[in-house]
């Protein structure tokens, strides 16, 4: 099983289950577009992770930042000792894959 988080930006989140891992297909419906541009994030809990983003969202109608997912991506870019234009940030719906981790059940007997 795995989730699909669609981070928002306008600082919503929406959670998709899938039984199988996601193809591009479903991601493109999910975050709204036609090309998928992967970013890395960082969080606070020190991990990596990619970010699904629309490759146009800037020339399209979402020029807002995605606050949640900008932060993500400064975060690995200062980890990592890249850099960035002055400005920049990620725009539109940002999807993140994460399987589901499932503890074995216990057994009475």
Request: net charge neutral; hydrophobic share 30%; aromatic share 12%.
């Amino acid at each position: 099983m795995y989730n699909v988080i669609l981070w928002k930006d306008n600082d919503n989140e929406d959670i998709h289950v899938f039984k199988n891992k996601p193809t591009f297909s479903e991601l493109y419906k999910l975050i709204g577009c036609d090309l998928i541009e992967i970013q890395q994030g960082y969080t606070d809990e020190h991990k990596t992770f990619d970010m699904y983003c629309d490759e146009e969202s800037k020339l399209k109608n979402t020029t807002y930042p995605n606050k949640r997912a900008t932060k993500a991506w400064y975060a690995w870019i200062e980890k990592n000792n890249r850099y960035h234009l002055p400005g920049d940030h990620i725009a539109g719906t940002v999807a993140i894959v994460k399987k589901q981790k499932f503890k074995p059940k216990e057994i009475n007997g």
